[in-house]
């Protein structure tokens, strides 16, 4: 059963009732995000983004916050779209394209893609930023474990998110 958007938020908030960044610092350690150049820590460059990417400006992220902006954690293709039929063939459009033998894509494959589309899109850092994303999207959607992200468990993920954003997360 690939992981919900309600399950995403409550694996990062744990028993609080909002997301803080000090509680995205946590998940981003869990999934292997580490330090970085000049003793600086990836985790908390990254958590700050993240809250800043929910415009979290009283540092705590509520539901009803996170679910509005749900959208934004999925990939740009997919995102721009908020219709299952949609959604669904652009996920397989992706999955065909990163693994056309259905085995699951690592870590290191995910990072590669992410880094290409980065570099693509003119970003700075784009392997930092990709190795990131890599890690947090495995830690945060591999619903059974295997270390490899499937076409279920992201197409699970991101067909929950669009119902969540359209039900305004009542569903």
């Known amino acids: 059963m690939p992981v919900t958007l309600r399950q995403l938020f409550t694996r990062i908030a744990g028993a609080a009732a909002a997301i803080t960044q000090p509680k995205v610092e946590t998940f981003l350690s869990d999934a292997g995000v580490g330090s970085g150049l000049f003793g600086g820590t990836k985790v908390s460059l990254a958590a700050s983004k993240f809250m800043d990417k929910f415009d979290a400006a009283t540092g705590t992220l509520s539901w009803d916050a996170f679910c509005k902006k749900g959208l934004s954690l999925l990939p740009p293709g997919i995102a721009a779209h908020a219709d299952a039929k949609t959604v669904t063939a652009e996920v397989d459009k992706l ?14 494959e995910l990072a590669k893609h992410i880094e290409d589309e980065l570099v693509r899109r003119g970003k700075s850092f784009a392997g930092t930023q990709a190795e990131i994303g890599a890690k947090v999207l ?10 490899r992200l499937q076409r279920a468990e992201v197409r699970g993920f991101a067909l929950d998110v669009v119902a969540q954003v359209a039900s305004g997360g009542q569903s």
């Open 95 to 108: 999955f065909n394209q990163l693994d056309p033998k259905d085995q699951g894509v690592s870590v290191a």
């Open 138 to 147: 495995l830690h945060a959607l591999d619903d059974n474990g295997d270390h």
